[in-house]
């Protein structure tokens, strides 16, 4: 049994923490500076652990004797997380779409003994995994356009919008400079623009740029694709208030106040939806084709806990990467990208298969031991 420290203990922490430990597979320890935050966690079998991030000492020695630490803390957190684990000799996992430091995690991944995979939840993460597999399809890729929303099944308010996971991690999105793909050249764009409409069985939504999402595909598919972007989907109207709040109100030089404003008026939901929607083009048999990945995910229960569609997809996405990595799927030292895990290996995997059915039950099925595999 291999032992796992899941660092944060908010939405999306708890639920790897119960995915994980309900495996039978792992001995899962769950950590926050919140005492509040693990108190309220109480799931069963799972050890709970006081420990500040900040606390560098506290950290490595939490680390120690551990086969991997997820990191589910606020992204300005990853890189004291990952520097942790990089000493403590232990591979690592994270969700944070946050550029800069998944570029240090990937400095820290340099010479190391360990695995460091950043991005495995659903965007960076799972789409980057969808992406990649679109793309073998074609003798030259033309295009990759990258959609993916978390949300509300019934919008009740002018944002359309209810709160389903980090507020930090969604202003992040909303403020820092996007990567694209654009005419073959690398570029930097602006969050929420880039603004267009779509319709999905014939509910209209918005898509516009945010930060993040590509993960590392700029990089890896840079001299070989076209047009390469990422929008994020929200129903209309979404990114006008967003642009009033952040430009016109300059809360992006304020965000502890936005923060503040979005977790005070938008209450929190467990009825959400995810979309997700990828489109590759390029030339097969030498003619121009195109190939489309759609999907739904809607909240359910997950290792028996109720939980919102963004809790599901995020981590068991995470789940499902420290699964292939302890099954000797995925490289054991280094840097690895999610565009180096198979889509078919995701989804054949035990916590993946939350992506390829539509009931998302996710109790998961204990793993047999790797020498009885066939």
Known sequence: MKSILVVGAGHIGVIIAALLQASGDYAVTLADRSPQA????????????????????????????LYAVISAAPFHLTVAIAEAARFAGVHYLDLTEDVVSTRRVKELAAGAMSA?????????GFISIVAADLATRFETVDELRLRVGALPRYPANSLSYNLTWSTEGVINEYCE??????????????????????????????????????????????GQVRNLNYRTIRYPGHAAIMKTLLNDLRLRERRHVLKDILETA?????QDVVIIFVTASGLRNGALAQETYAHRVYSGQAAGCPASAIQITTASAACAVLDLLAEGELPAAGFVRQEEIALTDFLANRFGRAYATPDNDLAPRRRAPLEQAA
Not at 201 to 220: I, K, Q
């Open 38 to 65: 693990l108190a309220a966690a109480r799931l069963p079998g799972v050890k709970t652990r006081p420990l500040d991030v900040a606390d560098s000492a506290g950290m490595r020695a939490a680390m120690q004797g």
């Open 116 to 124: 460091f995979i950043p991005q495995c939840g659903l965007a960076p």
């Open 177 to 222: 400079p996007c990567e694209a793909i654009v005419e073959g050249e690398l570029r930097q764009t602006q969050a929420l623009e880039g603004l267009e409409s779509l319709a999905l069985d014939g509910v209209a939504y918005e898509a516009f740029n945010t930060s993040g999402g590509l993960g590392t595909l700029c990089e890896t598919f840079a």
């Open 266 to 270: 938008l209450p929190a939901t467990v």
